[in-house]
């Protein structure tokens, strides 16, 4: 589609709530690391989007169809995810971890998931590396489409844990959900903004350059300073 001066403009797709990198602030402005990346590289580069916000699978799944021309959803770079969709450079390093009900005592490794339900978020890598250790571990898995839908389960107790990226879900107990992280953290991957391959070759080079120029001038830093507290 285009822009208010005829200048393209890009559709770029997103998750729904995926704190800290887009989630709904008080005032309803979608904010997070990747929605002000993305604001300032956009900025930075002269270029104009239109956000939109579907949930990480059906993003995905629009990026696939050509509906959208971009993703940026803390999506992780995969080997796999790599032979359909071009990455921009990686911008955030990240992993899956498993969280359980703050109050769970019973549930400290893998082990103790036996003949118990797992919750996980449709088309992540949570969930595939779920989905990778459960006839070992012998737990079954139910699936949701958004994160909230996910810790629902496990505070109601239908599931004993949930599988998601453990920055999400560190940022999540630290706002106050009831869930804490046990078990190792898995060996991760890395974040990055994604276009079909071998197209939008433009819009991935803008990206890299504006990602490049955010982090020489420190507009990088001080986005994740907004949202993550390091001591
Ligand atoms: N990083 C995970 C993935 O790419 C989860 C992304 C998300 O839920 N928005 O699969």
Not at 33 to 53: R, T, W
Not at 60 to 66: D, H, I, M
Not at 157 to 165: K, M, P, Q, R
Not at 170 to 195: C, E, H, T
Request: hydrophobic content about 35%; aromatic content about 10%; overall charge negative.
């Amino acid at each position: 589609s285009s822009g208010s001066d005829g200048a393209k403009k890009y559709i770029i797709a997103t998750d729904t709530t995926f704190a800290p990198f887009e989630f709904e602030d008080e005032s309803g402005n979608r904010v997070g690391i990747d929605m002000d990346l993305l604001k300032a590289i956009a900025e930075d580069q002269g270029f104009e989007y239109e956000l939109q916000p579907l949930g990480f699978d059906a993003a995905v799944t629009a990026l696939e169809s050509g509906q959208a021309d971009g993703v940026i959803a803390g999506m992780s770079i995969t080997e796999e995810r790599q032979k359909k969709y071009d990455f921009s450079d990686p911008y955030f390093d990240s992993g899956v971890g498993m969280a359980v009900k703050s109050d769970n005592d019973t549930i400290k490794s893998y082990d103790d998931l036996k003949g118990k339900n797992v919750a996980v978020k449709n088309g992540t890598e949570g969930s595939k590396y779920a989905e990778s250790i459960k006839d070992q571990y012998g737990f079954t898995i139910t699936s949701f489409p958004e994160s909230a839908n996910m810790y629902e389960d496990v505070k109601s107790g239908n599931s004993v844990a949930c599988f998601e990226d453990y920055p999400v879900l560190g940022y999540a107990i630290a706002k106050g959900q009831p869930l804490k992280l046990v078990g190792d953290l898995q060996a991760g991957n890395s974040y990055g903004f994604a276009v079909q391959k071998g197209k939008n070759a433009e819009l991935l080079e803008m990206f890299n350059t504006g990602l490049k120029n955010m982090k020489d001038n420190g507009k990088y830093q001080e986005i994740l300073d907004t949202y993550i507290k390091t001591n």
